[in-house]
């Protein structure tokens, strides 16, 4: 049987208003180092809790984006699903929302796989070494249209992300339907 996965991405069309979360900061305040961290795929290691800031108030999500680095914090439904579904995939780090009592988690996806089919896909850009601003993104993808992966690359991982363009959370069918199960509120999928 053939395996599907989807890219997760934002949903901006959520009704009723959705909230705008920050960047992640220290218990001091401070943002992190890199807000970049949580989109890499790759394991982190976290040695305090960070809290995450509401930049526009608005509905609270089951996932959203944080900040300049998009870094994904779900709330416990979403987490369990990972947690269950996903154990060796992903890194979940329990965070403060602002406002909030319920529980949030930033959702680091830890691996990440060389698997985009540059041929099926619409239209691909790449960075190239004579770019004087982006020289050391050399080979990485500025642009991909109509994503899709070569499944044939993908072995024994549930959810990833992609080198080279870490922007969508890519999970397999049966994780995307657990989460729509649980009614996620705030994710979009798209078959890639």
Request: aromatic share 10%; proline share 6%; net charge negative.
């Amino acid at each position: 049987m053939e395996r599907h996965f989807y890219g997760l991405k934002m949903d901006v069309y959520v009704k009723g208003g959705r909230w705008r979360l920050d960047d992640p900061v220290n218990t001091r305040g401070e943002q992190i180092e890199d807000p970049w961290l949580f989109v890499q795929g790759k394991p982190v290691e976290l040695h305090e809790r960070l809290r995450i800031p509401i930049e526009q108030p608005g509905e609270p999500l089951d996932i959203g984006f944080a900040g300049t680095g998009l870094t994904p914090v779900v709330s416990e439904r979403v987490a369990s699903v990972f947690r269950e579904m996903a154990p060796d995939d992903v890194q979940l780090f329990p965070v403060d929302v602002d406002g909030q009592i319920r529980p949030f988690f930033i959702l680091n996806i830890a691996r990440e796989l060389r698997c985009i089919d540059e041929a099926a896909c619409r239209e691909v850009q790449k960075f190239s070494a004579d770019e004087e601003l982006h020289a050391d993104r050399a080979g990485e993808y500025r642009s991909v249209i109509g994503l899709r992966i070569d499944k044939a690359k993908v072995t024994g991982a549930r959810v990833f992300r992609l080198w080279g363009w870490p922007q969508p959370i890519i999970l397999d069918e049966e994780i995307k339907d657990a989460l729509e199960a649980n009614g996620i509120f705030g994710g979009k999928f798209d078959e890639v």
